[in-house]
């Protein structure tokens, strides 16, 4: 994931005026609601929120959450903790998402709230003013441009400037032969929003564009040489809708496209970044969310904790459990009595892994994350089935029987175990509550 380093050094945690003009010349403004009153619990600890299967199954409230918002908010209408709701879904822009669940919950709820899987592209800014084929389905055009890309095609576009590619379904074939209409651009990278609709259509004409450098005019390209840049949001294998079965997410799209490359060139595939959860950088930007709400509040206590609900143990559960383990490896590096002391009790500093280069630099040029762990807490409402536990023998053929993360994401059994295991969202809500100690006035 070779386009982590430049977004980290984007996404500056720096509690300050100026950080927050910065969220905001980036469309992560802190726009919350009014300061505290000095009678108000002041918490050090803020909440990330899965949405489907945590909070509804499709376009359905699980009946738990509006009991769980309940006791979010105060009587003016005002979060009495920071929040953020993390979500992999990338098929509307945040400000459509933070409008839904506030008609769902009856809560206000403000886009500055909403991290989905798409926002970290707002750091790539190398490839704004690039020819950007995306790939996904809802508005994808209108999304990528609120998202600072210029110059984007999609595939419908691309399939009407070449007609001849789209050869799976019969009834959709050129009637009469015709030419290519080359009225496009060549593509200089591919972003990958989230499942679409048409499998076929959208693996045939992606791996086109990879296999002939972006130039569909031309034939494919013989020699080995990289293939354009690739950027995917969203990894979800499955996701839990209406229906009583888990569904494929785009996780089970991007299989489906790294095979059939590999299979094609003998090549992996490969990613120039890979967001949404369970990626790190995604914990970290909701961090930064969750400070800057604080901030807004005059909330003077540091938020040290960060408690992730979620219903997925291959993305929510993953994804907090791996931000948790960066941020205790940060504070043993930092911290030589810690190192000492791992040392001793394994025989070996190995336990601390190596910081590379590119961590280094980001240290060094932004502030620390305050917090010191991410904990994480899986509800029953969604994907997870409770009926059927995870083993934790690796030589079980685990890789291939049951890990769900994506392929560039190595199985850990430590990493898809949950802090907590409750019903829902609401037990959830009270877990939290309890172990802070935590009673808004």
């Not at 010349?25 to 726009?31: R, V, Y």
């Not at 791996?322 to 009595?337: D, F, Q």
């Not at 190595?410 to 990493?415: G, T, V």
Request: proline fraction near 7%; charge should be neutral; charged fraction near 20%.
């Amino acid at each position: 994931m070779r386009g982590l380093l430049p977004l980290y050094r984007g996404l500056s945690p720096l509690m300050s005026s100026q950080a927050a003009r910065t969220a905001r010349a980036l469309g992560f403004g802190c726009g919350f609601y009014g300061t505290q009153s000095i009678k108000e619990a002041k918490p050090s600890f803020g909440l990330l929120f899965d949405i489907d299967g945590v909070l509804v199954r499709g376009r359905m409230p699980i009946p738990a959450a509006k009991k769980a918002f309940s006791m979010l908010v105060n009587s003016k209408g005002q979060f009495v903790v920071p929040i953020v709701f993390v979500t992999n879904a990338g098929n509307c822009p945040r400000q459509t998402k933070a409008d839904q669940l506030s008609h769902i919950l009856g809560v206000q709820i403000a886009p500055d709230q909403v991290i989905m899987s798409h926002s970290p592209l707002r750091m790539f800014k190398k490839y704004h003013n690039k020819c950007v084929l995306v790939s996904g389905q809802g508005p994808v055009l209108e999304i990528a441009k609120n998202l600072g890309f210029n110059n984007v095609i999609s595939i419908d576009m691309l399939r009407e400037s070449f007609p001849l590619l789209d050869m799976v379904d019969h009834n959709r074939r050129p009637k009469l032969p015709s030419s290519p209409v080359s009225n496009l651009p060549k593509v200089d990278a591919v972003v990958l929003f989230g499942e679409p609709i048409r499998w076929e259509t959208n693996l045939q004409l992606i791996i086109d564009v990879l296999l002939t450098g972006g130039n569909l005019s031309s034939v494919q390209q013989t020699q080995k040489l990289p293939h354009l840049p690739l950027l995917a949001c969203n990894m979800d294998l499955m996701w839990m809708a209406e229906a009583h079965l888990p569904r494929f997410g785009h996780g089970t799209f991007l299989v489906c496209l790294e095979n059939i490359y590999k299979k094609i060139t003998g090549e992996e595939l490969k990613y120039e970044a890979l967001m949404g959860k369970p990626s790190k950088l995604t914990y970290h930007f909701a961090e930064y969310l969750i400070r800057c709400q604080a901030m807004e509040r005059e909330w003077k206590n540091p938020i040290t904790s960060l408690y992730a609900i979620g219903d997925n143990l291959m993305t929510d559960i993953y994804g907090a459990n791996l931000y948790n383990r960066y941020l205790e490896e940060r504070i043993a590096r930092k911290n030589p009595k810690a190192v000492a002391k791992i040392a001793t009790a394994t025989g070996s500093t190995a336990a601390v892994p190596e910081v590379d280069e590119g961590e280094n630099m980001w240290e060094s040029e932004f502030a620390l994350p305050s917090a010191t762990s991410c904990k994480s807490i899986l509800v029953c409402t969604g994907v997870y089935n409770p009926k059927a536990e995870v083993p934790t023998d690796a030589n079980q053929c685990i890789k291939e029987t049951v890990f769900h993360g994506h392929r560039d994401f190595r199985f850990d059994p430590a990493l898809v175990e949950p802090g907590h295991i409750v019903k829902d969202v609401f037990e959830a809500v009270e877990l939290v509550f309890e172990q802070e100690k935590f009673s808004p006035q």
